[in-house]
């Protein structure tokens, strides 16, 4: 199928020199009014709002009472309807219509219980940050005459729409790759999240800017400092809530083995220190307790001293955009800003899959040598597939100059297919294929295609060092 051979023509050719249990403080959360047998209205506010903003509820009714939208979704359990929600309001869709399959039998008692359960406790729990982005929302439903639920639909309000949802989602990702490496323990993980944060962020003394976005553009009150925190520690596999206490918010964080609290507001607001203060870094509820106030019953218990030197260089993986893999739920793939490709999680989305390479040193190889890239198979689903290979160059190349190759060999059809790197890259630690690759490779509709994908680094020497793959389209 794939031999060494077709590897021949591009060495030639290179040696030629060609180139992210919490029960909110819900006493007085949502009372809602049941669907009638033809159609019932109500508008919420979100809780963690009520008393901190004057909300000017807008209209939001639909336009058109007498009849409902057309519907996106046809769902018939609370997981489907669960997931249809939060797809929708992780777009920042204003306008959700659902519609129930023929025969379900949810009830409006039934539907109003996933309501509750959805927006009281699971999503503040699951996924904090995009909880805490809308503001109120205008529901209703439609029932049969057997009082089945047969539509319901939401218009929601946001703190910002998707234009600027998909530039934080951007600028988060980057960063977060920016400052934190795969091998790094949750804790240093959690502590540069926070000095990001300190030093970025500034508070809002007009007490007007409340949203994660905000944050991120440079200042916000403390709402805005405890959602930008959990978003971005959920990017980097961190677990931790959001507490709203009197009249304030901060972040409790799961981190070597136990809860703690984490502020970063508040280790943010002395003006006059030049520094970065840990005051409230991994405190527990006795050291939190002295001027923090919150119900302790909503949330876990943080009893424990914090110790970092207990987990210090431990390191743990868990579902982030480094290790996306292990997001092995649709909600665990939206937590880290991600999206559901049918059967894994895609950090920047499913028009590009990442392939990348085995962790091993390349091996020290003559082109007489010959890798079999059938030991190395990697299956893919049909799509628009970047092929984006990295190699884990040996030591003792490392800072030296070599030129790149990849060569792309097509069995069914006895083709090939060159890719040329420079010559006088400089071999890094881990040096990445990124943009050797002229453009992604189209296989819509190619179910069943094998090929092959070679690629290394030829030295001044003529030393020549690959290694390869199989791919294999679902």
């Not at 982030?320 to 895609?346: A, M, R």
Request: proline fraction near 4%; include cysteine.
């Amino acid at each position: 199928m794939c031999s060494k051979t077709h590897l021949g023509k591009t060495v030639n050719l290179v040696r030629s020199g060609i180139e992210v249990s919490l029960i909110l403080f819900v006493s007085v959360l949502f009372m809602y009014a049941p669907c009638l047998a033809g159609q019932g209205e109500i508008v919420l506010v979100n809780p963690v709002w009520k008393g901190v903003l004057d909300l000017q509820i807008r209209d939001l009714a639909p336009k058109g009472l007498g009849s409902f939208q057309a519907c996106e979704e046809s769902i018939s359990s609370y997981d489907e309807f669960y997931l249809s929600l939060i797809r929708a309001m992780r777009s920042k869709k204003t306008d959700i219509s659902i519609c129930f399959v023929q025969g379900s039998g949810v009830t409006v008692n039934e539907f109003l219980e996933w309501n509750e359960r959805l927006f009281e406790s699971e999503l503040p729990q699951e996924v904090p940050w995009l909880f805490w982005s809308w503001t109120n929302m205008y529901r209703r439903c439609s029932s049969d005459a057997q009082g089945l639920v047969t539509q319901a639909t939401y218009s929601i309000d946001y703190w910002y729409g998707e234009d600027e949802e998909d530039a934080l989602e951007t600028g988060l990702k980057a960063t977060v790759r920016d400052l934190i490496s795969p091998d790094m323990d949750m804790v240093t993980r959690e502590k540069k999240v926070h000095d990001w944060i300190a030093n970025h962020v500034t508070y809002d003394d007009s007490l007007e800017r409340h949203s994660d976005y905000d944050a991120y553009m440079g200042s916000a009150v403390c709402e805005g400092y405890s959602v930008l925190t959990d978003r971005m520690l959920s990017m980097a596999g961190v677990s931790d809530l959001i507490i709203y206490g009197d009249d304030h918010s901060w972040n409790l964080v799961n981190v070597c083995g136990g809860w703690f609290h984490l502020d970063v507001t508040w280790d943010d607001l002395d003006l006059d220190w030049d520094g970065i203060r840990y005051d409230y870094f991994n405190l527990s509820d006795w050291q939190m307790g002295v001027d923090h106030t919150w119900d302790e019953n909503n949330y876990p218990s943080a009893s424990q001293a914090f110790d970092e030197g207990a987990c210090q260089g431990e390191i743990e993986h868990r579902c982030s955009i480094f290790e996306p893999e292990l997001c092995d739920t649709e909600l665990k793939c939206i937590k880290i800003s991600g999206i559901w490709c049918g059967d894994h999680c895609g950090v920047d989305g499913c028009s590009q899959i990442l392939l990348a390479a085995p962790e091993m040193p390349l091996p020290a190889l003559s082109y007489s040598s010959y890798v079999n890239p059938e030991e190395n198979v990697i299956a893919v689903p049909a799509g628009q597939v970047l092929l984006q290979p990295s190699i884990q160059v040996p030591g003792e190349d490392r800072g030296k100059e070599a030129t790149l190759f990849a060569y792309i060999y097509l069995p069914d059809f006895g083709a090939g297919i060159d890719f040329h790197g420079t010559s006088q890259v400089i071999l890094d630690d881990v040096t990445s294929f990124d943009g050797l690759f002229p453009y992604p490779v189209d296989l819509s509709g190619q179910g069943g295609l094998v090929f092959c994908v070679y690629y290394g680094y030829l030295l001044p020497d003529e030393a020549l060092k690959y290694n390869a793959y199989t791919v294999q389209v679902s």
